[in-house]
């Protein structure tokens, strides 16, 4: 037992506060050739207005386990939220609600705020209907496509990556973000455009200074072509997982980055429209595509720094856990501790169209 676990566990003395906030966390199990680590997707706030709060940083997992049936076992996480706000999240094993179709879970959770009096800004707000849990994203397009939407009722989907200059070949994207309105640069490059059409990215342990940055081509556009925002709810089980860089500073603890917060995507097989009921997305897990595995690009390079943008050819990867039936994360970590998971699990690739 790590002695900074409480004997006690209650939310209260596991966050150390008396100011508590609940909701519900959407979090899965992950596997690296040298570590396993609990990769965050969402975290939505409960209370008179549902929100929800995209993690953009994290810190590596601690879970305490304290025997008998596991009712009382936990798993604390560190969170960057946007608007550079530090939370600690805990979850206990017994408040899994959902066991979600991509190898995600749903928990129950309370968090609070490290270092800050308040919680950021959220990035939107999110319902439940039935067992789905949904939040309300935003797809820009230009007023031609607002009428075409409208009038189909369907989305088209993309086979572009992330990057937005190639082709994917097994895999096809609908592109939605949580801001409501691309007003300027800052924008765009938060959806991975830019007006140049290039990104710049910092290795972590490089000075702040322009020679040092690593240019990187991406989808060139201006905040006028995209003008028309559409909202639609989406369920949270139909979003593929975000792309990730690890950051190792000199004399200090490792973390990880999340690739683009904002940008929230749903998979599907290549040329697969989405189709709509009204506001709100009618596809269903079941007929998603996604891929059991994440990119974690080491951001200290620039071959890791661009890997996330390009999607293939990287072998910086982590394997999303395949949970069978009645487990959790968890439980999963208890059952598998000092086993080496990742060369066990076959995988399949994004492969880019280069005909």
């Not at 676990?5 to 008396?18: A, E, G």
């Not at 530090?86 to 979600?100: G, I, N, P, Q, S």
């Not at 990287?314 to 080496?340: C, F, M, P, V, Y």
Request: hydrophobic share 40%; charged share 20%.
């Amino acid at each position: 037992m790590d002695p900074h676990f409480p004997l006690d566990p209650s939310y209260k003395n596991i966050l150390k506060t008396k100011k508590i906030y609940h909701g519900y966390l959407k979090c899965r199990l992950v596997h690296m050739k040298d570590r396993s680590f609990v990769l965050p997707d969402i975290l939505m706030a409960s209370g008179r207005k549902r929100v929800f709060y995209s993690p953009q940083f994290f810190f590596p997992n601690c879970i305490a386990f304290f025997g008998g049936d596991g009712s009382l076992d936990f798993c604390t996480l560190r969170l960057g939220l946007l608007g550079k706000i530090d939370v600690e999240v805990a979850f206990f094993r017994t408040r899994l609600v959902k066991t979600c179709a991509d190898g995600s879970f749903i928990y129950k959770c309370a968090f609070a705020t490290i270092d800050a009096e308040a919680l950021p800004p959220p990035q939107g707000t999110w319902r439940t209907r039935g067992n789905q849990f949904e939040l309300e994203l935003y797809h820009h397009t230009t007023k031609e496509g607002q009428k075409g939407i409208k009038s189909s009722q369907k989305l088209l989907s993309s086979p572009w990556n992330i990057q937005g200059t190639q082709e994917l070949k097994n895999i096809a994207y609908g592109y939605f973000t949580s801001i409501p309105k691309i007003k300027n640069t800052l924008d765009l490059s938060e959806v991975a455009m830019a007006e140049n059409g290039i990104a710049l990215f910092l290795p972590t342990n490089a000075p702040n200074e322009p020679q040092f940055s690593v240019a990187w081509p991406i989808y060139k556009r201006s905040p006028h072509e995209i003008e028309i925002p559409m909202p639609f709810w989406v369920d949270v089980e139909t979003i593929s997982p975000s792309h990730l860089w690890l950051h190792a500073p000199f004399q200090e603890a490792n973390y990880y980055e999340i690739v683009l917060p904002k940008v929230f995507r749903i998979g599907v097989a290549p040329s697969q429209t989405i189709p709509l009921a009204g506001k709100k997305l009618a596809i269903t897990p079941e007929n998603c595509r996604s891929f059991e595995y994440v990119i974690v690009g080491d951001a200290d390079t620039p071959e890791g720094l661009t890997a996330p943008y390009h999607e293939e050819e990287t072998l910086q990867i982590a394997k999303i856990d395949l949970a069978s039936a009645g487990t959790e994360i968890i439980g999963r970590w208890s059952e598998n501790q000092n086993t080496h998971i990742f060369d066990n699990q076959t995988i399949e690739l994004a492969v880019l169209n280069n005909v």
